[in-house]
């Protein structure tokens, strides 16, 4: 991805094809001279500032290509897009907002005094310096979007980690729990049927019987705990909701509880619930969600809203799943992105009663 990115910012220096518009129009060598000297030294920093690996390599860079900018500009006007990269690269330089705009109104200042000092055009001017400020504006706003993205996504990402200690914690001290006194009970029982296997065969058989009695017990404990340990229940589901989306900074309304779900149901709510508050927290840029449940004599509803930017042209492999889901099912699939995001799904009465017991667990 880094190889990637690295690759865009190199195909924006197409736009420096501009610089070469006076020296074409020149008929000696010396500008054409003038302008290889200057575009080395503009690559050079250019490149630079791609592979900055910290704060201090930058602002070298930046004042350099500044320098660069005030030297070989009053020789080659049609070279004043230096300060467009300048202001275009900054707002993914640093992160506070001030630095960027006072940074590019000061360059930008710089540039219109020695315009106006060398009599440049103020036409020329004046449109360099409008797309300075707008493109330093826009990367601004796209630099900060970035940022908070990736803070959702670690932010997510934490709380996903931290969830599955917590549930490797609880299944560790359930197993030991469940299996630490019955475990003791059948060594017990065993070593009593041993002692009367020769003198007392009806009381050792019954010892065993006890020990089969309470080995199956253990196992189904066993069964149980791991069944907890890979579906939480849907009430567990909205807690991580809440967690998860109050860590990125976004507000859970939960209308109203989910009520009494057979397996089946609750298993595909559960997941298309986690899917639903995934997508909010990585595409939605929303700032409030709103789940309701709703049972009915026909079956189950769960209602997903955001306030967020909406949009959705296609469905990716996300909301492909919880549509396959619920049409496994029988039920419907309903999403509405005109203004933000709503996801509705109904799934019909008497589900469980429908799916066996494997189509249950791989639901």
Known sequence: MRRQGRAIDFVWLIYSIFFLIEPIQQKSAKPWIEFGIAYAIFLAIYTGLVFARNTRQQVVLFIAMAVLGFAYVPINQSACGIFIYIAAFLPFATESVWVCLLTIGGVCAGAAIEGYYFHMSPWTWGIILFMAIAVGCGNMVMAQQKRSGMKLMLAHQELAQLAKVAERERIARDLHDLLGHTLSVVVLKAELAG?????????????????????????????????????????????????????????????????????????????????????????????????????????????????????????????????????????????????????????????????????????
Do not use: W
């Not at 017990?217 to 579906?231: D, I, K, N, P, S």
């Not at 909301?319 to 992105?337: A, K, P």
């Open 195 to 363: 002692r009367y296997f020769d003198r007392d065969h009806e009381r050792a058989r019954q010892e065993i019987a006890e020990v089969e009695s309470i080995s199956r017990q253990a196992l189904q404990q066993v069964r149980e705990a791991v069944t907890g340990f890979r579906m939480q229940g849907l009430d567990a589901e909205v807690d991580n909701a809440q967690r998860s989306l109050a860590a990125a900074g976004i507000k859970l309304t939960c209308m109203t509880r989910p009520g009494r779900l057979g397996p089946a149901e609750e298993s595909v709510l559960s997941l298309i619930l986690r899917e639903a508050i995934t997508n909010v927290l990585r595409h939605a840029q929303a700032t409030e969600v709103r789940l309701e449940f709703t049972s009915t004599s026909e079956g189950e509803r769960l209602t997903v809203t955001d306030n967020g930017r909406g949009g959705i042209r296609q469905e990716g492999n996300g909301l492909r799943g919880m549509r396959e889901r619920v049409q496994m099912l029988g039920g419907r699939f309903r999403l509405d992105s005109t203004r933000g995001t709503s996801i509705s799904i109904d799934l019909p009465a008497q589900v469980s009663a429908q799916i066996p017991v494997q189509a249950q667990v791989h639901a």
